[in-house]
């Protein structure tokens, strides 16, 4: 299955393209409206992920060029414009789905399954690393007596976690993962690994997620 992901904003293009390539996708990025619709007109392309503000021409615009020649291709719009009547608005215009930033890459993941009506993609629900697991779709974190439903940024840190666990990731990375384009120049990412670190500590045996001075956090493969 190839997926074409237009988005302007080199930290999420990159993100996606690593997470959906590590999910067995093939992935063709772009960064304007322009190189966007040229991408969704190839008809090897069996979904985009359209971000809606776009230099050139804007995601609605590429929306609308796509419908015309490709009515039945699935386009899942991601942007940050949240409001109701946005969502509504791009629904309308004939966006398959629609998704806010900043958003949960499970989730992301989940639409695209759904969409593409992927059968051998539905199989994971659960991460298991560090001596955690995690259900993907009820966000439930278990580690040995623990079992705790977490919101939907601390599981999508944790499922971010898990599936790099033995590798270092950047607070810029994290952000990424969260759907952030930008740096909000706050300690959010230090707060929510405090959240984790607090609900999944047991008793003498603290969660085994270091904290790199200066480059970013590790969970250990091994608890």
């Known amino acids: 299955m190839k997926i074409a992901v237009v988005e302007d904003e080199g930290a999420i293009a990159d993100f996606l393209e690593r997470g959906l390539r590590a999910e067995g996708y093939e992935v063709e990025l772009a960064a304007d409206g322009v190189a966007g619709e040229r991408a969704a007109l190839d008809p090897d392309v069996d979904l985009v992920v359209l971000d809606r503000m776009l230099p050139g021409i804007d995601g609605d615009e590429v929306l609308a060029r796509v419908r015309a020649a490709r009515p039945g291709l699935a386009v899942i719009m991601l942007t940050a414009r949240a409001e109701v009547a946005d969502r509504v608005d791009g629904l309308d215009r004939g966006a398959t789905d629609y998704l806010t930033k900043p958003f949960a890459f499970d989730e992301l993941l989940a639409r695209i399954r759904a969409r593409l009506r992927d059968p051998g ?103």
């Open 121 to 223: 993609g539905a199989t994971e629900t659960t991460l298991a690393a560090g001596g955690l697991r995690l259900n993907l779709l009820t966000r439930e974190a278990t580690r040995g007596e623990i079992a705790v439903r977490l919101p939907e940024r601390e599981a999508a840190l944790l499922a971010h976690l898990m599936r790099n666990a033995g590798r270092v990731c950047s607070r810029e990375e994290i952000l990424a993962a969260w759907g952030y384009d930008h740096d909000p120049g706050t300690n959010v990412v230090q707060v929510y690994v405090g959240y984790l670190r607090r609900k999944l500590a047991l008793p003498g045996t603290p969660l085994p997620l270091e904290t790199v001075r200066g480059v970013g956090y590790l969970l250990r493969s091994e608890p």
